[in-house]
């Protein structure tokens, strides 16, 4: 056990001769559960990092990607921030999807007083129970479920409303409680005609159909607050039950699934979400091309372009420090406005951590996920 | 002086040294090294732990995991800070929302509700026995996740618990942990060890030679739930935040597998199994590089795989780290101790 301790020791002799890089943890579940959406994130930041230094690098040194796995695991994950933080002495941490790995890794960074630039999880209240050290790169829940309703009652007419929620997640029951509060500040509480829940896996919505048929007028639109693996069970589920309307939902609903199991049902479905990779913008396209260059694919979802707007942040707030101290880099991360990203416009609000960020809306329509707006609630 | 002495000499060197070296990390270490050293400890926590039961009763249990969640989430709430319960709890009763209770009567109490779960399950799981049993205790593993993702006023549902106060060090860990290997060491060089073995050898002869099967299954059981329960207080004050997901299947088998390697029965192996499954894929983690995550979990299947083959019993089979191995008899540290079930292979090198 002696010898095994003396192999943790060991790196910590070595990395001081690296001093001559930046240094950058990229902290993200690259293998196990989350996978579909880590690995794409850390792609991203890895690729941000190498074009970086294609163009001439960081206060003239180059940036050290150091990406260490979570497996999905929360004692894997919070060791490997350790890691990151203790060993490989890393002056930033960018990384994480996931809400509940963020609140455990986070007090990591924190307690180290390194930066955690949290790159895709939207609960609103992170930077606020971690500490100072976290910045968020997406919008907040409550940014994007105000943006949706915003884009229903403005763009889609919608006056009256039936809600749908998964009891199961911290995400899907924010994502209720900020819709339904949006649509009854603009609407009145009259607009939510009536409110019915299930928990993540359920296979069969028949009885809430059942509920939601019984009602004597049918809602202008049905807002389904899930995740992805749900999106398209519900679809299908509801639109063979007849119901037409305007089907909206947040970023859970930006999944492949719709269009693959609800096919041409899938009409008519709007939701919110970071970005669209089909979109026209210019620093999309060049991203896209990028990874596409990089890594033979395109990017397989909106937390790959999260994980590379999240290096960016970085590298824009060391940057501005003039410094790759941990300390002046929180704040030029907090001092930041106006940075364009390829997911959207960040600024923090002082004190805030949160981005006000505009929110993209898609649309489906004909099999495909069309960009519609975007709204800055 | 007698070998037993000189066993019992070996055990409390052997603690105050765990002891010495956890006030050593606390007061110097690098917070990576103080970490790995904390969860090595855990793990020998649970694996001794669940050896009182799978080894010395020879009862397959999967549900240790359960009583982590049940201490981990009692815990937790004994000792949640005050000013967030209302915000966090809201549905709550008033004797709830002002009774914040000191860090070890909260451990305490975390691992007597895991007993109390573990008595009142007992009498009905521990009437079944081989792979019934087994699937027995997987449905306790089922029951209390789904307990704890439906209690939403209780345990905020799939979302879990974050804020919970960092309380765990190294000396709270190890400190527990010499208890539990002390615990577990009487049991099994005591009479009552002994009836334990013979309930594992054969519980039908056992009941027909006037054993109260019930009873001493039962008393293992609590015990061996009590320590879990306790080891997910700790877990809960170490990381800060609980959900379900971490009381699952892949910490129930990491467990298991850490028990098997080590020796299933043997407390030095289950100590062993805890800190060698638990830094070696660590270690491995260090060969991995930008295109090859996943390498340390592969090159841990092949060190489990290379293990089964060449020691098939575990690293150290039923034995014991001990000086007074080389004696005969009947006792569990001896060579009729050393008979394995018949669901066991035999294992031809033992004492």
Redesign the interface.
């Known amino acids: 056990m002696l010898r095994r301790a003396l192999i943790f020791l060991l790196p910590m002799l070595i990395v001081p001769l690296a001093a001559a890089q930046i240094r950058i943890g990229s902290l993200y579940n690259v293998t196990g559960d989350m996978s579909s959406i880590d690995a794409p994130g850390n792609n991203g930041l890895r690729l941000a990092a190498k074009l970086i230094n294609e163009s001439g690098g960081l206060l003239g040194q180059q940036v050290e990607v150091v990406t260490v796995d979570g497996q999905t695991d929360q004692t894997q994950l919070t060791n490997a921030a350790s890691r990151l933080v203790n060993v490989e002495n890393v002056v930033a941490v960018a990384g994480i999807n996931d809400s509940t790995f963020a609140l455990a890794a986070g007090p990591v960074m924190q307690a180290a007083g390194v930066p955690f630039v949290i790159a895709g999880a939207t609960l609103p209240t992170l930077p606020e129970q971690i500490g100072d050290y976290a910045f968020m790169v997406p919008f907040g829940d409550d940014a994007q479920s105000f943006a949706i309703v915003d884009f229903a009652i403005d763009q889609l007419g919608v006056e009256t409303y039936y809600m749908l929620y998964d009891q199961a997640y911290d995400f899907t029951l924010a994502v209720r409680e900020f819709a339904n509060q949006r649509f009854a500040e603009r609407l009145g509480a009259g607009a939510l005609l009536l409110e019915d829940s299930y928990q993540s896996g359920d296979a069969d919505f028949s009885s809430q159909i059942a509920r939601l048929r019984a009602l004597p007028t049918p809602p202008d639109a049905i807002f389904m607050s899930s995740v992805p693996s749900d999106a398209g069970n519900l679809v299908q589920q509801f639109r063979e039950a007849g119901f037409d309307q305007p089907i909206l939902s947040a970023d859970g609903f930006d999944t492949p699934l719709i269009v693959e199991v609800a096919g041409d049902l899938s009409d008519g479905v709007y939701f919110s979400t970071h970005t669209s990779l089909s979109s026209d913008d210019p620093q999309v396209r060049e991203f896209v091309a990028a990874y596409e260059a990089e890594y033979g694919h395109p990017p397989e979802n909106a937390f790959a372009a999260l994980g590379y707007d999240a290096m960016m942040l970085i590298a824009d707030a060391i940057r501005r420090a003039g410094s790759a101290d941990p300390a002046a880099i929180r704040d030029a991360l907090a001092d930041t406005q106006g940075l364009d990203l390829v997911t959207g416009t960040i600024t923090y609000a002082p004190g805030s951590r949160v981005p006000t960020k505009s929110v993209t809306i898609i649309g489906v329509q004909g099999g495909e996920y069309l960009f519609q707006a975007e709204v800055t609630p | 002086m007698t070998r037993e002495r000189l066993d019992t000499v070996l055990y409390w060197l052997l603690a105050a040294g765990a002891i010495a070296v956890a006030l050593w990390a606390q007061a110097g270490w690098?917070?990576?090294?103080v970490?790995?050293l904390t969860?090595s400890g855990l793990y020998v926590i649970l694996v001794v732990s669940l050896n009182i039961v799978n080894g010395f009763v020879g009862i397959f249990s999967l549900g240790h995991i359960g009583f982590m969640a049940v201490g981990a989430y009692v815990s937790a709430l004994a000792t949640y800070p005050l000013a967030r319960r209302p915000a966090t709890f809201p549905t709550l009763p008033e004797w709830f929302q002002s009774l914040a209770l000191p860090y070890p009567v909260a451990l305490l109490l975390g691992g007597a509700a895991a007993a109390l779960v573990a008595a009142v399950i007992g009498f009905p799981l521990l009437r079944l026995r081989g792979h019934y049993l087994a699937l027995g205790s997987l449905a306790l593993l089922v029951i209390v996740e789904q307990l704890a993702?439906n209690l939403?006023p209780v345990t905020r549902?799939?979302?879990?618990l974050?804020?919970i106060p960092?309380l765990t060090t190294p000396l709270w860990v190890w400190a527990v942990a010499v208890v539990v290997v002390y615990v577990a060491a009487r049991i099994k060089s005591s009479g009552f060890g002994l009836l334990l073995g013979a309930i594992r050898l054969d519980d039908v002869a056992a009941a027909a030679s006037g054993v109260r099967l019930t009873r001493y299954k039962m008393s293992a059981f609590v015990v061996s739930a009590f320590f879990a329960g306790v080891a997910g207080g700790l877990w809960a004050h170490l990381?800060?935040?609980i959900?379900p997901?971490?009381f699952s299947y892949?910490l129930t088998f990491r467990v298991i597998v850490m028990l098997i390697i080590g020796g299933l029965g043997s407390i030095t192996g289950s100590v062993v199994g805890a800190?060698g499954l638990f830094?070696?894929p660590?270690?491995f983690?260090?060969l991995?590089g930008?295109g090859t995550?996943?390498l340390?979990?592969l090159l841990l299947a092949v060190v489990l795989v290379l293990v089964m083959i060449f020691r098939p019993n575990g690293l150290l089979g039923r034995r014991e780290l001990s000086l007074a191995r080389a004696r005969d008899g009947a006792g569990p540290g001896g060579r009729l101790g050393a008979r394995t079930t018949g669901a066991d292979r035999p294992n031809p090198d033992d004492a």
Do not use: K
């Open positions: 690098n917070n990576y090294a970490r790995l969860y993702v939403h549902g799939s979302r879990g974050a804020g960092m990381v800060g935040v959900a997901s971490v892949d800190l830094l070696l660590e270690a983690t260090y991995e930008a995550h996943g340390s979990q």
